[in-house]
């Protein structure tokens, strides 16, 4: 139980142009999801909090219109990358917390995460 | 500031070795501590949780420690296989009301045959 599932999981795209990632749990609902960026040998940077039916946290240095985030459903949550560059090419993870669901004992306080998209912008 | 400090940076092992991993932490209030392992290119997953009242906690052959009072925790893994080889991540949860995690920066642990 408690699968998180990113689509695409690696996607190249030309400078300019927009790219959007799905983040989904599939047998659990999530009020609340998060999406981080990794850069190669470094470990998980928070980018922002998304929370159901209601606008994002961005965290410090993070361009809100530059990723786009749309928490529409407890179960999806999307990040959209627009106008990407070069230097937007990173490895995105996002991560769900449980808050009900048909997984026996779901943890609220578990942060489940995604296998990653690998973005790279040419 | 809240930071989580792992050491070593990188460890190469050989096959059915034992290790352990080290991380210090100066996150609070304090929640709980996390080790994930992150395969490459993978998102990271769950080895073992602790609250503050946890001193030791086991998942097969990872066994995690941690001292509250001195903000230490470790990761000892027994009869290191190849499929070992990944990052270990230590995490800090705040305790605050989203839960904000803290990441360390990842000891990468390479198990030799």
Redesign the interface.
Known sequence: GAV?S?HPSWVICKSGTSVKIECRSLDFQAT?MFWYRQFP??????MA?SNEGSKATYEQGVEKDKFLINHASLTLSTLTVTSAHPEDSS?Y?C?A?PTSGKITRPST????????T?LTVL | KNQVEQSPQSLIILEGKNCTLQCNYTVSPFSNLRWYKQDTGRGPVSLTIMTFSENTKSNGRYTATLDADTKQSSLHITASQLSDSASYICVVSENTGFQKLVFGTGTRLLVSP
């Open positions: 998180v990113q609340t040998k470094q470990s998980l940077m928070l909090t490895f993870i991560s917390r306080d578990t942060q489940y995460f995604g296998p990653g690998r």
